[in-house]
């Protein structure tokens, strides 16, 4: 009896340590990142976000007859407007796309969105990993150039800029400490409970 609560304590701990060492592998679900068209360019011009996250352009250049489009060098080819790039409707000003009443205007946007995560770019995950560069060009014709820089999941907020963000191979060492201290848990589990087994059996034979 006394050596089935010395089984059933061990179990226990076992648990308990399993929980508090393993590594929390959570997959980051994604949000916008808004950057703003203005009459001078997009705010900001530079973001960084994450695998999984969305830039979420909204025009706000309230000029008269003005729209923006969006084109994105999906492919990195130093070509904005090539058949794998993307590229959005003319934006206009978000009160232009409303009625007196309030109703929405059809076909007229204001906003622009591309999300960067593996079922929309039909990529793996570390192939989205990169720098993507945009131009943001207004209906007079001038031209406003900025980089979306995208990076593995380092618990940066989205939304936020990261100067500092380490780059692939760092995210990938992560990912490999975390598996080995995964590994490493699991053994000293099976062990402890060989361990109790042993005990007990040892203790039914006397």
Not at 43 to 48: A, E, H, L, M, S
Not at 124 to 137: F, K, L, P, Q
Not at 148 to 174: C, M, R, S, W, Y
Not at 185 to 197: C, D, P, T
Request: charged share 20%; proline share 2%; glycine share 8%.
């Amino acid at each position: 009896m006394k050596a089935s609560k010395i089984v059933i304590s061990i179990a226990v701990a076992i648990l308990v340590s399993f929980q508090v060492y393993s590594p929390t592998v959570s997959a980051h679900t994604g949000e916008n990142f808004m950057i703003i068209i203005k009459e001078n360019g997009s705010v900001p011009g530079n973001p960084t976000m994450m695998v999984n996250d969305s830039a979420l352009w909204v025009n706000v250049d309230n000029r008269d007859n003005v729209t923006h489009q969006i084109f994105v060098d999906a492919n990195s080819d130093g070509i904005y407007n090539g058949s794998d790039d993307w590229k959005s409707l003319n934006l206009t000003h978000e009160g232009n796309c409303r009625n007196d009443n309030g109703t929405r205007i059809e076909n007229c946007e204001a906003s622009y969105t591309v999300t960067f995560n593996e079922t929309v770019m039909n990529m793996s995950y570390y192939d989205i990993v990169g720098t993507y560069a945009y131009v943001d060009i207004d209906s007079n014709g001038t031209k406003f150039y900025g980089n979306i820089t995208v990076i593995p999941e380092l618990h940066v907020t989205a939304g936020f800029q990261d100067t500092n963000a380490n780059n692939i191979d760092e995210a990938k060492d992560e990912e490999e400490d975390s598996s080995l201290l995964l590994i490493i848990a699991a053994a000293s589990a099976l062990g402890a409970m060989i361990l109790g087994g042993m005990i007990l059996f040892g203790n039914e034979e006397e």
